[in-house]
């Protein structure tokens, strides 16, 4: 972790520091992002109950460093419908409270993808300014072309209307998230991608195997020295979905004429992916 944010009390001080600093008042949700689990010294985690006693009127989230996921307090729960009755989906991670089936805090992957689509966010005229910051990133290094590796539909809109405006001064290249194919198609068709309009081309779909290293959910076929998130034992990470799934997934990819763009991360994720090609 960065800064003095490296154990629990300093991830606490952090988000009081930010709390303070915004002026927030209760009901308002506080932001953090970094947190590693795999080095918190003494193998002490950050869960709900830490959060809860710190800011109990305030929903809290804190993105795991991986981006996969995310520790919530009780109040950011409620705010997106966690209970001890939400399951554990394929392809996803809740930790339970030892002893009970409460949510302890972290969230990942498969259950953590909704999560992460209805965080907040800036209005739609703000993203569109903001586009300008996060472009000079690329064009400051002499980097002329961008990609959007994981676009989920809002943010295609988001893209084709800054393009359409001429906001785009280097070229980017989407691949909307697996996730959003029924609905991307509702609106376009394949013969939409592979073109470029005003510097934006949709380049295909994203389909994503496996979770990460660093949260120990991506998918290996040799087992985590230190077991899975929830301290499971023999654990080898998870995959998104069968490969069954994989197999038809990729193959109505490829029936569409269309590419597609992987995260696959362990070597068990990387056979799914390969048997999926085969496949299709």
Same mark, same amino acid.
Do not use: C
């Given at each position: ?77 409620? %705010? ?40 907040? %966010? ?6 569109? +300014? ?53 609905? &991307? ?47 499971? +034992? ?21 029936? &569409? ?24």
């Amino acid at each position: 972790p960065a800064g003095n944010a490296n154990d629990v009390a300093g991830i606490i001080t952090a988000l009081q520091d930010l709390k303070t600093r915004l002026n927030a008042g209760d009901g308002e949700m506080l932001m953090g992002y970094g947190y590693d689990d795999s080095v918190m010294p003494g193998g002490r985690l950050l869960n709900r109950d830490d959060l809860d006693k710190a800011f109990p009127d305030n929903p809290v989230i804190v993105v795991h460093v991986s981006m996969h996921g995310a520790v919530l307090n009780s109040r950011a729960m409620k %705010k997106f419908g966690i209970s001890a009755d939400t399951k554990t989906v394929e392809g996803g991670i809740v930790v339970r409270k030892p002893g009970t089936n409460e949510p302890y805090g972290l969230i990942m992957e498969m259950n953590y993808l909704p999560i992460f689509a209805a965080l907040p %966010k800036p209005g739609v005229e703000q993203q569109l +300014k903001d586009l300008k910051e996060g472009q000079m990133i690329y064009a400051a290094s002499g980097v002329t072309t961008a990609q959007e590796g994981a676009t989920h539909l809002p943010e295609v809109e988001l893209l084709e209307r800054g393009a359409s405006e001429g906001r785009l001064f280097i070229v980017v290249i989407s691949y909307p998230l697996f996730t959003e194919m029924d609905s &991307l198609f509702k609106t376009r068709t394949p013969a939409d991608f592979g073109k470029y309009r005003h510097g934006l081309k949709l380049g295909g779909i994203k389909i994503t195997v496996d979770g990460s290293p660093q949260g120990r959910t991506a998918l290996f076929t040799t087992p985590y020295l230190e077991g899975g998130p929830s301290g499971e +034992k023999d654990w080898y990470g998870n995959a998104s979905f069968s490969q069954d799934v994989a197999n038809q997934l990729l193959k109505r990819i490829y029936d &569409l004429g269309l590419q597609s763009s992987f995260h696959a991360n362990g070597d068990g994720a990387i056979d799914m992916l390969l048997k999926a090609h085969e496949f299709a």
